[in-house]
């Protein structure tokens, strides 16, 4: 079988991966907080941990891996989003909207990593739908001495947990000189972090023993880790930016609950915008929607995300765009017909050495230069790429309508002599990536390099 090697952010080495149980191998994901559309960084862990996926599956087989990602549907930023429509003048009350936002919001994630071509996890849990589990796992750190109550919250209490910081591998101190925590009256250190809070009338609560409240972030992700893969589980994922505080507070959790929890830690590292992490929070974001409304299709994004290495920031650049693009269409064009055969043995070692996804695009480039379409395709396939479900967008769009316009356009310029319409159209034309060819036989339109489908939308 083949041998798998995984960077583990808790070891910070390279190591053979050994699943607890190879006939049900098991990871963790932290899916989105679903009060909006996904931006293009959120697109990295799904794109990066969908790969792994599929490589799990080839070597253990599809029926003997479970993939859990969560939807956080529990926070202020979901209620705020429902708030604004309420005051807005939406019909129903806070409850409804707020159910409404996620499940808009949960659709469209479905949508926009479907076009990117990620398989659907094994189990997509929603927060809302995991209370319980989170109120026993409370109560239990509480009668464990690792948690306490005051004024309506209950806070862990880090002091309690000689393990924490294990993750990255800091002392608590240089973590609260380098973090932003919140210091409340009601903590008995300013690290201790919140396990459950109350809720005010006008937001979602539910029944607990320290009155109504809702869960904190963290915990969330603790109690449904250990109720849908157990007290020990393989590899949990997200992006650099969860290892700390997100990631550390969930292993404090979880273990001082007596869990052996994930044993292989893995993080992708950041799109970048100019050298900055990707965020809502920036506003240096565009959504996965943008980029798919303007024509560029999911599985460039995808291809253009496996030329860099999960562990490495990087960047969306145009550039990078227009080489996928080209080399996907002569992929595609050189596939058609091929029947696909098994992914080639460099493809599967490629990944197998921590998912080195740029070489194993390099495999796919050197099947074809050797011509190999069989191999090629079904080579592709184990990244996700040249399937049957992200097919149809190289096919040759219809530029009839607008070459018609342009043909009239020309004929009344011809009578008129003032060819300022045609001249403007034929400039819009070329600014979306459309060669124009005009001659005495008529107006000939056809995609070239760099051509994008969105800025047509203005000749509309
Ligand atoms: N720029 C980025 N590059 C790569 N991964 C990212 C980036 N931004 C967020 N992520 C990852 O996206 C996933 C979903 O995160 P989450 O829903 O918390 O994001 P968010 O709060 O909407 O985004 P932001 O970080 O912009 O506020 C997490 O695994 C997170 O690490
Ligand atoms: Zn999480």
């Given amino acids: 079988m083949t041998t798998i090697r995984l960077t583990n952010t808790a070891t910070r080495r390279k190591e053979v991966f050994a699943p607890i149980d190879p006939g049900n191998v098991r990871m963790y994901v932290c899916g989105p907080t679903v009060y909006d559309r996904a931006h293009l960084g959120n697109a990295r862990p799904v794109v990066v941990f969908d790969t792994l996926y599929r490589l799990l599956r080839h070597v253990h087989g599809p029926d003997h891996v479970t993939y859990v990602r969560n939807l956080t549907d529990v926070d202020d930023k979901i209620n705020a989003a429902a708030l604004a429509r309420k005051e807005a003048g939406a019909p129903g009350s806070l409850e409804d909207l707020i159910r409404q936002r996620s499940d808009e919001t949960i659709g469209w994630y479905h949508d926009d990593m479907a076009a990117l071509g990620a398989l659907p996890p094994t189990e997509e849990p929603r927060a809302t739908e995991w209370i319980d589990a989170m109120v026993a796992m409370i109560g239990d750190l509480i009668a464990r001495g690792h948690a306490y109550e005051a004024e309506g919250h209950v806070l862990f209490s880090v002091a309690s947990d000689p393990g924490y910081g294990s993750l990255s591998g800091r002392a608590v101190e240089d973590m609260i000189a380098g973090a932003r925590v919140e210091v409340a009256p009601w903590k008995r250190d300013p690290m201790d972090f919140v396990l459950w809070k109350p809720s005010g009338d006008d937001l979602p609560g539910w029944p607990s023993p320290w009155g109504r409240g809702r869960p904190g972030w963290h915990i969330e992700c603790s109690a449904m880790a250990n109720g849908l893969l157990g007290d020990r589980f393989d590899i949990h994922g997200g992006g650099i930016d969860l290892a700390f505080p997100h990631h550390e507070n969930e292993i404090a959790q979880s273990r001082c609950c007596g869990h052996g929890f994930a044993q292989v830690w893995m993080h992708n590292e950041m799109l ?189």
């Fill in 272 to 460: 970048q915008v100019e050298g900055k992490k990707m965020s809502k929070s920036l506003g240096n974001f565009f959504t996965v929607r943008d980029l798919l409304d303007r024509g560029v299709p999911g599985e460039v994004i995808r291809m253009v995300f496996l030329g860099t290495h999960y562990s490495r920031p990087m960047d969306w650049t145009e550039k990078k765009r227009d080489e996928a693009e080209g080399v996907l269409r002569r992929w595609r064009t050189m596939i058609e017909g091929a029947v696909p055969g098994a992914p080639h043995p460099d493809i599967v070692a490629a990944l197998a050495d921590d998912l080195n996804t740029a070489g194993a695009l390099a495999v796919l480039h050197r099947l074809a230069a050797e011509g190999d379409a069989a191999s090629l395709a079904g080579s592709a396939r184990l990244l996700g790429l040249l399937t049957p479900e992200l097919a149809g967008w190289t096919d040759a769009p219809d530029l009839s309508a607008l070459a018609g316009r342009l043909a009239e356009l020309r004929a009344a310029a011809l009578a008129s002599k003032d060819f300022a319409a045609v001249d403007a159209m034929k400039a819009a034309l070329v600014a979306a990536g459309v060669e124009v060819r005009m001659s005495k036989d008529g107006v000939d339109l056809a995609p070239g390099t760099g051509f994008d489908a969105g800025k047509l939308e203005d000749l509309a």
